[in-house]
């Protein structure tokens, strides 16, 4: 299969370079790691452990703190330096909260006693005043050695990690850069311990996220100046380095937009552009319209449902706290239900530290007063019907004329403020020099004048489209399945014009109302003939929807008593869904109730600790409660990513109906989006609420109608199954496991005969299982699982046995699992050597059986894919001891494989080349016995012996003892800390060196010859130190031997048995003597030690070199022992 050769000139150092330019032109010092490395002129760093650059955060706590003792400035330092945890979030948050919040060191005072002093690490104030710094290519040393390829530098700290990609390279795409800042995280922790954004990029996309950010939340920038869009034809990466890192953005990202969220795990959270542009606008027409001439509206924010209008709302809250004009200000947040109140006061809770101070839930008239009376400060949450006077016509009274209290709204639309009157008059009859903003995830009517009398025009709108575009949210399908409760006419409800909706609360209270049009229509919709129709339909559907991909399910109920007779319903159907726990159970009612209500409603019923109980059950992904039954409750304010499918069997509309839908709009994982099953009617409705979001200037589709998923799904499954035109697969549909497996290969060929045809095929089977889960059960996608199952099963063999180098697909569509698992699971799980006739090899062999099996394989070029891939992962292997043997090897083999990407030889040629490369792998390892030398040993023989004359003139005799004692020297020098000590390894090349020179080698004074031998030393160094670094072993026990005694009647030397040595027996085996000397006595060893002539066993006495074998532990030598 021939690779993709990337454009001439064009690499990932290209890109490297002009990310650096950027930070320049930006004001940023850049310096490649290599001249700050230590050891070097430059140097910054003492080891490559070290990630903070010591003196230029000494110099800065000095520069910013002037007036702050000497003893508390380098008390700041050290806890700065200070790891307080072994966890990396632990660690991580500890810092950002130091860094923001700048810690209190203890201090004597002049006049006696103790006091706290402030230390700043950074001036967010005037970004001039801090040192910036961008270095590439920064080596960092701990579990192992990586160097990332930007990291940025804020006063010494590393705050910023960007990884890039070759953008002229189709296989190492922005995902490959995600996936190595993964393996960052765990071998350079200590890096991200400081970390406040990561970038990945190929050099033409960009996406910014989180220390735990999982991939779905890495998000693109698209403002440079905080304000505009960028046009689409700008290249991503440098719209986000300049918009990003542009120091006073930068340090208003960090100190405003990041929150860390316990939740289920602790997630840490970086602001998206809309969000960071919206905080910034909303404080900024906050300040004009609560100065001295301002008209008190701050503005209308509208962000579209699920794009994190909660948390855009704190940000903006914690930067007016800052607001040095608003002098503390007290901020009043309001929404409409109590409910909602306790979402939106979960998110404001989780962001403390952020808001420098913990938000307050009022919960009557007299405690919203007694909050109001405070001087200053606070972030006080309430609801809109509190600011209502108790009896009607009165007027409500004055809480405060403080100028610096700013209203934040959640909601704020007419259905808000209309329906309530006079509300508008109340709130400024209590408030009367409050500035008020207000925040919308559904436009606000362009006749809807209270909205924009109490809070003014539009200052920031974040729409459908841009979410989508943006993967801030996923797009919502619509499906109407009236069709399938097939009832007579005179029993389907009509949704009157006029219908007046009663809300939960008011059913609850109000019984005058159910004589209303709303009591007509619920009895009609819950007749039990139609829920049990119903509930039959919907419970088929979802299971079928599971299939596709795993999720969970919201049904919307039109009342309390339809939400219990459906649930009935649903688990007569399935009795194992039901669970009297709260605990268990895979189906749940969500309601408010009262002890009057019916006793069969009772067990539905629950306290507030029991709904958040469950809540966090139904939010967890991993938990089986599958499905919800709700009447109002979750409809608005409530996110649960993995929620992708919502029946709606309710009069719903306009605003209500918007928040509702938008429940299954949120980003999880490989989602394709959002379903809404409707069994009313309501797509009048949704066509209305359009119309609105249209008129306001809103683009995107509320909404896309499922039949549009079919069509994609259709038009894809013919790309796919046109691929596979003259191709005979009947046999995978009828046939056994056996036969269904053997027919993967010959599939997979046929794939890789054509032009482009993996990289067409693996891109057109994902578009069609992504459309095929927003199509089921519909009977188009029905009809074809059988065939994208297929397919599936072949993109399946083709990614394992992709070459390592290639990304790993993780994330297979839930759709791929789901189909792939059903076809082929339960009667054979599919591998790459089974499916292709072969037995699993033993890489470290490669025995002629296997290789003569792979050069008889049918399919031609899955041989080809089979053995790259084998010796790919050899020669990987091999790299870490053998320098010379791995270069060799891996130049073989890009050699016979760029001979068969341009056609120069055929398949069959380019496998007998790999066949042979795979042979002299094996007599490589066999060259070592031969020489009589160790795999260290060996591998400085090959170095030594890549030099000509150095054979010629030294001889194998001298090259072999060379070997022998550069092995030594290295072994007993790689200590622990070598690995990040730069002196310790110059020390070990001076060794080297001397060696060397003893010997006479190089006779012919090559230098290139000597490097390769000091690279060698280095790569064993680094295998060395990390032996040395783990822990020494223990005294061994004197009453375990590893071994046991044989009578002298019954030892029949190195056939049962060898000897057992004493310690000066074994100093003669170990030294000079030409055969052993006589054996104390005969034992055989236990384990997987078969005796044979040369063994013998001797008591290590003392510390071994290697630290894993304890003092006076019985060890296994073969003599001749050299060391």
Known sequence: MSEPTPLPGIDESVAEEALMGWLAELGYETRHGGDIAPGTPGAERSDYREVVLVERLREAIDRLNPDVPAVAREEALRQALRAESPALLVNNRSFHRMLIDPPEIEVARAEGGIQGVPVRLIDFEHPENNDWLAVNQFTVHEHSHRRPDVVI???????????????????????????????????????????EVVVVSDGVDARIGSLTAPREWFLPWRTIDGEELAPDSENRLEVLAKGVFEKSRFLDLIRHF????????????????????????ALATSLVASGPNGDRRGGVVWHTQGSGKSLTMAFFAGKLVLAPVLENPTIVVITDRNDLDDQLFGVFASCEELLRQSPVQVGDRAELRQELTRASGGVIFTTMQKFLPEEKGDTFPQLSDRSNIIVIADEAHRS?????????????????????????????????????????????????????????????????????????????????????????????????????????????????????????DLVEHFEARLEAMEGKAMIVCMSRRICVDLYNQIVKLRPQWHSNSDEAGEIKVVMTGSASDPP?????????????????????????????????????????????????????????????????????????????????????????????????????????????????MLERYEVCRDMFHGFDNSAYFTGTPDEKLKMLAPARDHILAQADGLERFTRSVAELSKAFALSVPRPEALEIRDEIAFFQAVKAVAIKTERSKHRPEEDLDHAIKQIVSEAIAPEGVIDVFEAAGLSKPDISILSDEFLAEVREMPHRNLAVELLQKLLNDEIKTRGRRNVVQSRAFSEMLEAALKKYQARAITTAQVIEELIEIAKQMREAQQRGEDLGLTDEELAFYDALETNDSAVAVLGDETLRLIARELTDTVRRNATIDWAVKETARANLRRM??????????????????????????????????????????????????????????????????????????????????????????????LGRVQPDSGLFVAQVVGESMNRRIPNGAHCVFRYPVEG
């Open 153 to 195: 530098f804020v006063n010494g700290l590393p705050l910023g990690v960007v990884e890039l990609k070759n953008p002229a390279d189709e296989d190492a795409d922005i995902w490959s850069a995600y996936t190595q800042i993964q393996t960052y995280k765990q071998e350079i922790p200590s890096l991200f311990g400081y970390n």
């Open 258 to 281: 990041v929150v860390f969220q316990d939740e289920a795990e602790t997630r840490k959270v970086i602001g998206a552009y809309h969000q960071f542009r919206a905080a910034r606008r």
């Open 600 to 712: 069969e409603w009772q067990s539905h019923i629950r306290t507030k600790g029991g709904r958040e109980a469950i809540a966090r059950r139904f939010k967890d992904p991993r938990d089986p409660f599958k499905v919800v039954i709700v009447r109002d409750m979750w409809l608005t304010g409530f996110d649960v990513p993995s929620l992708h499918t919502m029946y709606l069997d309710k009069p719903i509309r306009g605003h209500t109906l918007m928040q509702a839908i938008a429940r299954v709009n949120r980003v999880f994982k490989d989602k394709p989006g959002g379903l809404v099953v409707d069994y009313l009617g309501i797509a009048d409705d949704l066509r209305k609420a359009l119309a609105t979001y249209t008129e306001s200037g809103g683009q995107g589709d509320v909404a896309l109608n499922q039949d549009e998923a079919v069509a994609v």
């Open 992 to 1085: 080297v060196r001397r060696i060397l020179r003893q010997h006479g080698y190089p006779p012919d004074k090559s230098e290139k010859a000597t490097q390769t031998v000091l690279k060698q030393a280095e790569q064993l160094g680094f295998e060395f130190s990390e032996e040395a670094a783990e822990p020494p072993a223990t005294e061994a026990p004197p009453d375990t031997l590893p071994f046991e005694v044989v009578p002298e009647t019954e030892a029949r030397p190195y056939e049962n048995c060898i000897p057992l040595l004493t310690l000066k027996a074994a100093a003669g085996a170990l030294g000079d003597a030409e055969e052993l000397v006589e054996a104390a006595e005969w034992v055989r060893p």
């Open 416 to 536: 808000q403020y209309g329906f309530i009157k006079g509300l508008a008059k109340h709130l400024r009859d209590a408030l009367p020099d409050a500035t008020f903003v207000g925040f919308t995830g559904t436009p606000v009517e362009l006749e809807d004048r209270d909205t924009r009398a109490v809070f003014g025009d539009y200052i920031d709108v974040y729409d459908i489209r841009r979410a989508i575009d943006d993967g801030a949210t996923v797009p919502i399908y619509y499906e109407s399945r009236l069709a399938k409760v097939d009832l007579d006419e005179v029993e389907r409800p009509k949704i009157d014009e006029e219908f007046d909706e009663v809300t939960e609360g008011e059913e609850a209270t109000r019984k005058e109302r159910l004589k209303s049009k709303w009591a007509q229509l619920e009895a009609v919709v819950g007749t039990e003939k139609r829920l049990a129709m119903i509930a039959q």
